[in-house]
């Protein structure tokens, strides 16, 4: 059974900086695999939005263009944790970021009905 835990949320003020973390369970982010692994965030009342992606076998990364130069998403070397570090960030951070991942490569994956694996999300929220 997969299992997706974030961590690493909490409260910062603006121009701070966070690193979220997505633990693996019975899955890896292997970089030996043909799938993307991904970010996402959900401010309230917003709709589900994407933030970043890395590609397993390439180490491909891409990011939305809202925090484009402002966030790294990356793997550590056991393959087992996903992390997102987030630098100056603003008020309009604020939101629940959760992680995600292909069971199986598929298309448009900037979009969360690309990905089967997702954790519980972890609250962000950016003071002014």
């Known amino acids: 059974q997969v299992q997706l835990v974030e961590s690493g949320g909490g409260v910062v003020q603006a121009g701070g900086s966070l690193t979220l973390s997505c633990a693996a369970s019975?899955?890896?982010?292997?970089?030996?695999?043909?799938?993307?692994f991904a970010w996402f965030r959900q401010a309230p009342g917003k709709a589900r939005e994407f933030v970043a992606r890395?590609?397993?076998?390439?180490?491909?990364?891409s990011y939305a263009d809202s925090v484009k130069g402002r966030f790294t998403i990356s793997t550590n070397g056991d393959h087992n944790t996903l992390s997102l570090q987030m630098n100056s960030l603003m008020p309009e951070d604020t939101a629940v970021y959760s992680c995600?991942?292909?069971?199986?490569?598929?298309?448009?994956?900037?979009?969360?009905?690309?990905?089967?694996?997702w954790g519980q999300g972890t609250q962000v929220t950016v003071s002014s």
């Open positions: 019975g899955h890896t982010f292997s970089t030996n695999t043909n799938v993307w």
């Open positions: 995600a991942s292909q069971s199986s490569i598929k298309p448009r994956a900037t979009q969360p009905g690309a990905y089967d694996y």
């Open positions: 890395l590609h397993g076998s390439t180490g491909i990364t």
